[in-house]
Every structure is written in C-alpha cells, then in structure tokens.
C-alpha cells in the first residue's frame, strides 16, 4: 500500500501542500484560520496521515523535546548524581531519545513553577517525571496536555502514565535470601522512608519477609539517612556504635552499600564475613564493589527505553491510554553473602 | 540609585510599556516593524536597562535554556555516562543552572543537524559543549549567535570560551609521582588518543616525566583503548599478556582505574603490591575504589559551575569577551601506590 503523502492531505483538505506543513508546524500564535486548520487535521485523520518523522518541517507541532524532571526532593541532596542509578537511567533516556531524534530538556527542579512556564513556552512533547513528586505540583503538569510518565513513583492517577518495578517483592525476595542463608538478625538501610516513595515499599518487603520467618523486627535494627555514599559510611558507624547486633543487612540501594562496605572496612568489620549484604539496584558500580555486591537487579536501561517509548507512543497521532508498566526484578548472587550456619 | 524601569525605556523610546516588553520577547516571527525594535533596543542600551529575570514576560528573548552537548564520540561508545565524570559534570551545570532558574537542553548528538535546529528554532542562551568534537560542526554552531563554551577541549578559536585544566601538566605530576616512588618501569593506561582531546595531552606530560627521568617509553608500556570500566578490565588482561613488565601504570581516568583494578584481582595482581597506580579526575569512584585511588584532582563541581557561569555572563548585556579558564590541579594520596625501593 502506497504511504499516504502530504500531498494526498492536501487534495482531500482542498488545501496546497505548503498549507498543510503550515498547520503541522504551526505554533498558536501564527495566523492561519482556524476553519483551515480543521479542514487540514480532519484530512490527516481521515487519511491516517503520519508525518514523516525525519522530515523536521513537518512534524506536526512536535517540539522533539522531552522534558525530564528528576527533582531532588531528598532531604539535603541538591546534585542530580550521588545516586548513579539516576545517571543510568537518564543516560538510558537520552540515548533512546537520541535514536528517534528528540533531545531532552532537564531539570533537577523542586520548584515546579519555572518549569513548567518553560515546557509551555517552548513545548516539550512529553514529561518524564522520576521519582516522587509533589501532588499539587503533578495537577499543574497536567495543564501541558502533554503524556507525563511516572517513573518509580507510587502516584496512582489515571491521567499519568507509570513505569516501576515490584519494590516491595524485590525487598522481600533479597532479606528472604539473607534467611535462607541461615542469617536472623538483619538490618535494613534506606534513604528516608516516606509516602508514595519506593522506600516504604522496600521497608515493606524487608519485614514481610521477617515476619513470614517469624523473626521480630525492632527500631535498632532500622537505619534511615539519605541515598548516598555518606550515608553508608555513617551508617557503619552507627552499626559499630549499636554493638554490632546484625549478621546481614538489606541495604535499599547500591550506592549506600559501597559507603556502608567502606565504613566498615575503616571499623574492622569484614563484608562478608562479619556483616552480610544484600544490596538494591545492580547500578554500574555494584560489580565494581569489592567485594562485588550480591543485589537486586532492575533493568535500569529498560526502564528509561520504556519511558521515553511511551511519551513517543502517547505523543503520536494515537489516542490516550493509561499504560501500566511493572518491569521483572531478579537477584543476582555476587561475593558479599555468606552462610550463617554457626555462630564463628 | 534607582533602578531603571520598562516605563524608563518605554518613554526613551517613544513607545508604550507593553511594545518594550513586546520587543524583549518577541521571536523573529512576530510582527514589529524593525524601526521600532531598534528603538527600544536603543533606549535599553542607553538606560543600561536590566530585565527581571524573575519576571519571565520580561526576560528579553531570553530561553532560559542552555544547551548541553556531551557528543559520544569515543568509539563504540553510545551510553552518556559509562564515565561517572560526565554524570558529576552534567550534577553540576544542572545544579548551577537550576540555581538561576535555567534548564538544560541536553544531548549526546553525534549529528548536530538535529540538535541544531532545535537549538534555533527554539532558543537556547549558550551552549556548553564538554569533550572533542568536530571542527566542522563547530563552525555550523557559531551560526546560532550565542555564546559557546568549550569544556575539556583543545580546540583554538576565539569564537569559544574554553574551561579546562593542563592535562599534560597533570599527567606529568602523575608520572613524576612514581617515578618519585622509585618505579622505572611505569605504563601508561588510557583512552583513544586523538588530536584535540584530552588523553593525547596526559601521553605527553606521560612522555615528559618519563624523558626528564632519563627513562625510555616503548610500545609495550602503552594500553590504549575506551574511557569506561571493561576497558579496565581488558587492559589487566592484556598486561598479564604481555609479561607483567612494569610495576606501576599512570591511568588517565578513574573509572578505567577501577576496571583495572578488578581485572588485575582476577589474575592474582595485588594494588599496590604487584603494581601502583596513579590514576586521574578523582571522580566519586576514586574514593570508593578498594584500594582507594591515589589520583590527581580536578574540581569538577566547578568546571560545571563556571561553564554555566560564563553562559550567563556572556547571555547578558555584556560585549562579547573570550575568555580562557584553566582550573588548578592537584595530587591527593591514597592508598594504590607503595615505594619500589628494592625488588621484592
């Protein structure tokens, strides 16, 4: 079958064809009736005309822009990367939206206000939101009338589409392998625990597995700071400081775990022999680790391939649906567990 | 003093308030006669008028975008931040910029085509460019009228700013290092080397500190391949290959450190027993690394800040100065060097 052309919408809309690229590529404030550009949209549709996506000048009111929110809502955190997995994953979007040739618009933004005057006023195609976000501030994004996609946020909102991951399964499933190992007293380490964030969730997963195995879990057992190296290190420390009580730890994520293995090394304490962990993430760095890091992998390139995949979708001449998108946890056996068959 | 108002401007110029702001934001597209531009544009600049840049219908063409590049020109290399460095830089623009209500247009572009017409059609206050890229391309961006920074390149043009450190200096210091330690026989680990970039400088200050010592560099003692942590690993392999013939490696980038590192464990290699390593940024990595890396230091946080810095200076009502910004370098000592006073 013959591709529907410009020149096809032009006929049928009884338009030239330069007319029709017009009302592709016109922004709002241009002047062109608005009984013309009806008269364009509804041969476009009636034809099933899709621009050619490589041809810039008719692409449609399309700004190729992707916005990306990545707001740093962490008590005390102000840069973007002291988690590498945001690295990871903002690498992973921008290299898919590098393929179909849009560009990302960045912002680490907790004020949402200039933002969003900014994806107004230029146009972004679609937002990218990671992570946890005010609620007021997500009923203003949704003025864009653009897809926003949620990533790793529990926001449940029909308007948004979402893409995670199982948080509270993986959890369950990395202290359910430190049981299995013979370990009974485990630590859980975090960044805060807070509403609609991925923590609670982990927090969750930690003591659904306790409790299946009837182990208690009590307050000494809990440590919370931020997600970052620092707090690993401190938290070592405060381990050393409680007695060493824990033979494990499930640790939320990656990053902590490396400052958490260099804290204890500065404290005598040996990864894996005295302190076992299982770790969140599988970021770059986990196999970097020494010793490298046992953890729960998530598909982070997958994760930002499906984000920018579903504003393309959504942004296209397709109707909206809410799409849902849980992507599958695994955990990956490295050097920082042993057995805890008898007390040494 | 009081502050000069729109109405200033307004009346120099013979115009109502609202026509000065008309001018200050509008696109080429809209309609004002040019006589009329440029005498508001005259008055601005006879008052000294500053905009709000608070007020954003005010902000004088202003996009309130920086356009961010980091081409992923290494070969074989597609994913933005396989080197943690970039991350830390990218941390540090956004943050600055997001400081002064500015948000980033990023991409990893090898073809500028797209990113150019982005650029133009929507507006961006400067660009920050980090690492090589092509001359040619380079010549298509000063078409766009602003002001461009050069971050970490070598490229002589005083169209461009430039931020940067004296690679071949800190190389030199690196090597002199080892040497100081009592190595003779010190390999040189690194990245593509290619004209323009940065690793073709740390050869040479490799190079300098070696024939200032009287010690000759042979084909044997250079390893060179991709800025990332598998190349790391590539090059332990191939130094066990190749006879295990030096006992210290200056490795011109942290992140190929850590690989190494890993991959001389596996071969039974200890850091620093069997062989020291000076490496090079002292990216976030360094100090997790195990051994923690000895390393020269680079300010990365403010290589970003000052890249930003120079966008907005340049954006404003200031005349075009070049300016050259070399940032100091130093050595920080941890623990992935011993002395080689006697063979063991």
Same mark, same amino acid.
């Given at each position: 079958?013959?591709?529907?052309?410009?020149?096809?919408?032009?006929?049928?809309?009884?338009?030239?064809?330069?007319?029709?690229?017009?009302?592709?590529?016109?922004?709002?404030?241009?002047?062109?009736?608005?009984?013309?550009?009806?008269?364009?949209?509804?041969?476009?549709?009636?034809?099933g005309?899709?621009?050619?996506?490589?041809?810039?000048?008719?692409?449609?009111?399309r700004s190729n822009? $992707?916005g +990306?929110?990545?707001?740093?809502?962490?008590?005390?955190?102000?840069?973007?990367?002291s988690?590498?997995?945001?690295?990871?994953?903002?690498?992973?979007?921008?290299?898919?939206?590098?393929?179909?040739?849009?560009?990302?618009?960045?912002?680490?933004?907790?004020?949402?206000?200039?933002?969003?005057? $900014?994806?107004?006023?230029?146009?972004?195609d679609?937002?990218?939101?990671?992570?946890?976000?005010?609620?007021?501030?997500?009923?203003?994004?949704?003025?864009?009338?653009?897809?926003?996609?949620?990533?790793?946020?529990?926001?449940?909102?029909?308007?948004? %589409?979402?893409?995670? &991951?199982?948080d509270?399964?993986?959890? !369950?499933?990395?202290t359910?392998?430190? $049981?299995?190992?013979?370990?009974?007293?485990?630590?859980?380490?975090?960044?805060?625990?807070?509403?609609?964030?991925?923590?609670?969730?982990?927090?969750?997963g930690?003591?659904?597995?306790?409790?299946?195995?009837?182990?208690?879990?009590?307050?000494?057992?809990?440590?919370?700071?931020?997600?970052?190296?620092?707090?690993?290190?401190?938290?070592?420390?405060?381990?050393?400081?409680r007695g060493?009580k824990?033979?494990a730890?499930?640790?939320?994520?990656?990053?902590?775990?490396m400052?958490?293995?260099?804290?204890?090394?500065q404290n005598?304490?040996?990864?894996?022999?005295?302190?076992?962990?299982?770790?969140?993430?599988?970021?770059?760095?986990?196999?970097?680790?020494?010793?490298?890091?046992?953890?729960?992998?998530?598909?982070?390139?997958?994760?930002?391939?499906?984000?920018?995949?579903?504003?393309?979708?959504?942004?296209g001449?397709?109707? %909206?649906?809410h799409?849902?998108? &849980?992507?599958?946890?695994?955990? +990956?056996?490295?050097?920082?567990? !042993?057995?805890?068959?008898?007390?040494?």
């Amino acid at each position: 079958m013959k591709r529907v052309s410009i020149k096809d919408v032009a006929k049928e809309a009884g338009v030239s064809a330069s007319t029709v690229s017009y009302v592709l590529n016109s922004t709002p404030t241009e002047s062109i009736s608005p009984e013309t550009a009806r008269r364009v949209m509804d041969a476009v549709k009636k034809l099933g005309y899709i621009p050619n996506l490589n041809a810039r000048s008719l692409s449609s009111r399309r700004s190729n822009m $992707i916005g +990306v929110l990545i707001p740093q809502t962490e008590p005390g955190k102000e840069l973007m990367f002291s988690n590498p997995f945001y690295g990871e994953l903002l690498s992973s979007i921008e290299y898919t939206a590098r393929q179909h040739g849009y560009h990302l618009l960045l912002s680490g933004t907790k004020e949402d206000q200039d933002y969003l005057s $900014i994806a107004q006023n230029r146009g972004v195609d679609g937002i990218i939101i990671v992570g946890t976000y005010p609620g007021e501030n997500l009923n203003a994004l949704k003025q864009l009338g653009v897809p926003i996609v949620l990533v790793d946020s529990y926001v449940k909102d029909e308007a948004f %589409h979402t893409i995670g &991951i199982e948080d509270r399964e993986g959890a !369950r499933m990395a202290t359910r392998y430190l $049981i299995e190992k013979g370990h009974r007293q485990i630590a859980f380490v975090s960044g805060s625990i807070r509403e609609n964030g991925v923590n609670i969730k982990r927090y969750q997963g930690y003591c659904d597995a306790m409790q299946s195995a009837g182990l208690s879990v009590d307050e000494q057992s809990i440590y919370s700071g931020t997600v970052d190296y620092d707090y690993g290190i401190t938290a070592a420390k405060e381990y050393v400081a409680r007695g060493k009580k824990q033979t494990a730890a499930f640790v939320s994520a990656d990053v902590i775990s490396m400052g958490l293995i260099k804290g204890l090394q500065q404290n005598h304490v040996r990864v894996p022999e005295d302190l076992s962990i299982v770790s969140f993430d599988d970021v770059y760095l986990a196999r970097m680790a020494n010793p490298a890091l046992t953890t729960v992998h998530q598909d982070i390139g997958e994760k930002g391939k499906q984000a920018v995949q579903l504003i393309l979708d959504a942004a296209g001449f397709k109707e %909206h649906r809410h799409t849902e998108c &849980i992507l599958p946890l695994s955990l +990956v056996e490295r050097e920082s567990v !042993r057995e805890w068959r008898n007390q040494p």
